[in-house]
């Protein structure tokens, strides 16, 4: 079955860096889009980066030139960089993937922006 799992959160002082990784099974992950979520208690999870199967990248703005989205299709990994983090970027962070009309999503890992 398909599976998930993202690791790399943590806690991190502003102006820091964290590297979140979501490892994948289950699916021939070079063929489908990936995507990063994030979602804080009482809001509407939000898209963050998005990769397409042959590596086009779209990014929202509130992370546009500090977040890099990648992947690493032999070790089936999806990989999201943070730089510059801010107050704001605390959330959880969720990998997903939408497989024949359905979405999948991993465990999420926490990210937290605090000094």
């Known amino acids: 079955q398909v599976q998930l799992v993202e690791s790399g959160g943590g806690l991190v002082q502003p102006g820091g860096s964290l590297r979140l990784s979501c490892t994948t099974s289950g699916f021939t992950f070079a063929f489908y889009s990936m995507y990063w979520y994030r979602q804080s208690p009482g809001d509407e999870r939000e898209m963050v980066a998005k990769?397409?199967?042959?590596?086009?990248?779209t990014y929202a703005d509130s992370v546009k030139g500090r977040f890099t989205i990648s992947r690493d299709n032999a070790k089936n990994t999806l990989v999201l960089e943070m730089k510059n983090l801010k107050h704001e970027d605390t959330s959880v962070y969720f990998c997903n993937t939408f497989i024949e009309t359905k979405d999948y999503w991993g465990q999420g890992t926490q990210v937290t922006v605090s000094s």
């Open positions: 990769i397409t199967w042959d590596g086009k990248t």
